[in-house]
């Protein structure tokens, strides 16, 4: 029978102990490795911020019946009375209302001896930084940048650190670098050849001055999350002839990305200029893409962006907008017009009726100088249409021709049986039939009777085509 594993558990439970200790002095030395606070200042620098008093002592014990005089230097030339300001004599000097040009040495002199000199450093206390990191293609480094509100004094120093999580070692140290255009700090990461994009690293930073110090908060980032390219170029819109619904868009890779070991696929987003949201195309692995549905006549805005192509990272900026409009068939509307149009578009699109220019007025005539421009429309015909008026118009015809043998006809017969031999005796019909039925038997309606041989039966066309 196995004995009770009783001691195992205290004994893991120390080993997890002091692991945690470990790692927590790992942690605090990589810390102290890290200081954030103010900038080293002299024992002589007092800080000052914009837009506050400060009060600059030349001796503790001010000298008896002697005059204190004061003096600042600016860029290594000693100018009595400062930035066009005078300065005040006596043991204490008060400066208000500070700006970042009060910064210097100022010193204090007894009948120009030399009692005592001091640096003012007017600074604001950096921001605390926002970090965000990106990384242009799998070749390139990385870059993390946060942006300022307000302009460093000129005194700040920002750095920033790396280091791979959860392992002991220290963290590689990175100096930024501020763009005043931009007006944000960037700092470069050099990535070491044959690293995993897929390990986490931590990244630290800290902005520093005289007036004090900023740490940001620690980002955790690996190299392949970072991936956001650049936006596509040369981003182009062009119709295609006799598509009047259709647009090619034309695109290129960016320069910071190497197609020819990693691909991209992107995004196209378009809408008329009259529409305020965007149709959106995902998952285009071409750099072109045909629009199927764009607007007839109407001229569209089109913008494209770029993700690497198994979705590492974040999309990159929109493109430049590029505009263009589809193909339009000249002849559906070629007209010139004059002061007013007397035309009027139909629901497809077209112009029809032409309206006599007299229907608008004297004014009209007038304005237009008595001349009247008469608009031309070409209207484009369906095959269809000559179809139908064609087989109309042989129909008509026929009919027409049998109308007229027809008649032709009837009127020789006719002829032939008014010239009958005088003295040819006349025969009584005489009727075969039943004798008629009684007056209460006879119906309402009689039958029709035949026609009358010189009569038109219309009713029947087989009457036109029969011989007889």
């Given at each position: 029978?196995?004995?009770?594993?009783?001691?195992?558990?205290?004994?893991?439970?120390?080993?997890?102990?002091?692991?945690?200790?470990?790692?927590?002095?790992?942690?605090?030395?990589?810390?102290?490795?890290?200081?954030?606070?103010?900038?080293?200042?002299?024992?002589?620098?007092?800080?000052?911020?914009?837009?506050?008093n400060v009060t600059l002592t030349c001796q503790d014990k001010g000298p008896v019946n002697v005059t204190v005089s004061w003096q600042v230097e600016e860029r290594g030339a000693a100018v009595v009375g400062g930035r066009s300001r005078r300065l005040a004599e006596g043991n204490v000097l008060l400066l208000r209302r500070l700006r970042y040009e009060d910064s210097g040495r100022y010193?204090?002199?007894?009948?120009?001896?030399?009692?005592?000199?001091?640096?003012?450093?007017?600074?604001?206390?950096?921001?605390?930084?926002?970090?965000?990191c990106y990384r242009r293609s799998h070749d390139k480094d990385v870059l993390c940048e946060w942006p300022l509100r307000a302009k460093p004094s000129p005194g700040t120093r920002a750095m920033l650190w790396v280091k791979r999580r959860f392992v002991a070692e220290n963290a590689t140290e990175q100096q930024c670098r501020y763009f005043s255009k931009a007006r944000k700090f960037v700092c470069r990461v050099k990535v070491p050849p044959g690293a995993d994009d897929t390990k986490p690293l931590v990244v630290s930073t800290c902005v520093n001055n005289g007036a004090g110090g900023s740490a940001g908060e620690d980002r955790i980032i690996t190299?392949?999350?970072?991936?956001?390219?650049?936006?596509?170029?040369?981003?182009?819109?062009?119709?295609?002839?006799?598509?009047?619904?259709?647009?090619?868009?034309?695109?290129?890779?960016?320069?910071?990305?190497?197609?020819?070991?990693?691909?991209?696929?992107?995004?196209?987003?378009?809408?008329?200029?009259?529409?305020?949201?965007?149709?959106?195309?995902?998952?285009?692995?071409?750099?072109?893409?045909?629009?199927?549905?764009?607007?007839?006549?109407?001229?569209?805005?089109?913008?494209?962006?770029?993700?690497e192509e198994f979705g590492h990272g974040t999309w990159s900026e929109w493109s430049q907008e590029a505009v263009g409009t589809p193909w339009t068939d000249p002849r559906d509307l070629t007209f010139e017009m004059g002061p007013f149009s007397s035309q009027f578009p139909m629901e497809d699109g077209?112009?029809?009726?032409?309206?006599?220019?007299?229907?608008?007025?004297?004014?009209?005539?007038?304005?237009?100088?008595?001349?009247?421009?008469?608009?031309?429309?070409?209207s484009v015909a369906s095959p269809y249409a000559f179809l139908v008026a064609g087989g109309s118009l042989l129909l008509g015809i026929a009919l027409f021709v049998g109308i007229v043998v027809r008649y032709r006809q009837t009127w020789r017969m006719g002829g032939r049986r008014g010239a009958k031999p005088e003295g040819e005796g006349q025969h009584v019909l005489v009727p075969l039939g039943p004798p008629s039925p009684p007056l209460s038997e006879t119906p309402l309606l009689s039958p029709p009777s035949p026609p009358a041989p010189g009569a038109l039966h219309v009713t029947n066309l087989d009457y036109f085509f029969s011989g007889r």
């Open positions: 029978m196995a004995r009770p594993p009783g001691p195992l558990l205290p004994l893991l439970l120390l080993l997890l102990l002091l692991l945690l200790l470990l790692l927590a002095a790992a942690a605090a030395a990589a810390a102290a490795g890290r200081p954030c606070g103010p900038a080293g200042l002299s024992r002589d620098t007092v800080p000052g911020r914009p837009g506050a010193s204090c002199y007894v009948g120009g001896r030399l009692l005592r000199s001091l640096r003012l450093l007017v600074e604001e206390p950096p921001e605390t930084p926002r970090v965000s190299l392949s999350s970072v991936l956001k390219p650049d936006p596509p170029l040369n981003v182009t819109v062009e119709a295609l002839e006799k598509a009047p619904q259709r647009l090619r868009v034309n695109w290129s890779y960016p320069s910071s990305w190497d197609p020819r070991f990693y691909w991209l696929r992107f995004q196209v987003r378009y809408r008329p200029e009259p529409a305020q949201t965007f149709t959106e195309v995902d998952q285009v692995t071409t750099t072109w893409l045909d629009i199927h549905d764009a607007w007839r006549g109407t001229q569209h805005v089109v913008q494209v962006r770029a993700q077209t112009y029809g009726v032409t309206l006599p220019p007299e229907l608008f007025g004297e004014d009209a005539a007038d304005g237009a100088g008595g001349d009247i421009v008469e608009a031309s429309t070409h």
